[in-house]
């Protein structure tokens, strides 16, 4: 009887710490049940719940920003036009440098004329591949245009226009470009533009979004196997409902925002502004750029 009177106790003594685990357990379960029908009653009540509102250049637009992904912090306020009409970054936290970017369009350029106005960059077209046939092409004046702004002080990178549909053609687009350099150093990115074609039919229109990035991967892992830096041209269509831009923050992102600020959304090193730039040395209009670099 003595054996089973020490036992009694012993049971006893740890039954109330059970008692105080399940209704721990069970506190924990109900607020878990009520978080969770008060998040579902939000995501009905709200259809905009876990979105962000961007300006897209033409209106306000609501998005699910990507997770992992950082944001773009540069405020419009940093911004002024010059007594030349040159925009103008007037904030502390970067070097700002302004750029055009180029291609056989606008013919002979007396690059010169664009250093001494300013311009401390050049983003120059390499070449493109056709959206119907997939046919790759050499911008007729990719050498030209490299060695002149060069040789004027200007800082180079190039660009591809691509329209791959597999890995295996961005490899390939990415080769091209290298082997059209000629073993000429950069001091900017070769950048993967791949853009969606309006109004006509293309063999990229049903690329989808898991192919377009990995697209962009191996276009840029190719390029930095071959020494260069590598870069992603993202606009809003490609920026918003098509890259999974996780997967490119190993690459520099020239970002698209035609105005008078950098409004796109994500982080973006290099900002296109203007598709009607008016630069001295270079015949009609002319996409402009600026580059944003931290300071030490």
């Known amino acids: 009887m003595k054996k089973t009177k020490r036992r009694t106790r012993k049971i006893s003594g740890i039954r109330p710490v059970y008692i105080v685990i399940a209704i721990a357990a069970l506190a924990l379960a109900a607020y878990a049940f009520v978080q969770h029908r008060q998040q579902r009653e939000a995501e009905v009540s709200d259809p905009h719940y876990g979105m962000v509102q961007v300006y897209n250049g033409e209106s306000y637009v609501w998005i699910t920003p990507q997770d992992g992904v950082p944001t773009n912090s540069i405020a419009k306020e940093n911004f002024v036009t010059d007594p030349n009409g040159n925009l103008t970054y007037v904030g502390n936290e970067y070097i700002a440098s302004r750029g055009v970017d180029v291609s056989s369009y606008q013919g002979d350029i007396d ?46 990178g190039v660009y591809f226009f691509s329209q791959a549909i597999s890995e295996e053609e961005a490899r390939r687009e990415a080769q091209f470009v290298v082997q059209m350099l000629q073993g000429r150093e950069l001091d900017l990115p070769v950048f993967f533009d791949w853009e969606r074609i309006g109004n006509d039919d293309a063999r990229t229109d049903d690329v989808e979004n898991e192919t377009l990035t990995s697209c962009a991967v191996a276009f840029c892992e190719e390029v930095k196997a071959a020494g260069y830096e590598a870069g992603v041209y993202v606009y809003n269509a490609t920026g918003y409902y098509g890259y999974d831009l996780a997967r490119l923050q190993d690459y520099v992102i020239w970002g698209v925002g035609i105005g008078s600020y950098p409004y796109f959304y994500y982080a973006h090193e290099v900002w296109q502004y203007s598709f009607t730039g008016k630069v001295p040395g270079i015949n009609g209009d002319c996409d402009l750029d600026m580059m944003f670099e931290k300071k030490a």
């Open 111 to 156: 690059w010169q004329q664009v250093y001494d106005s300013g311009v401390r960059f050049a983003i120059i077209r390499a070449g493109g591949t056709y959206y119907g046939s997939g046919e790759l092409y050499e911008d007729d004046n990719l050498i030209k245009n490299v060695d002149g702004a060069e040789s004027a002080g200007l800082r180079v």
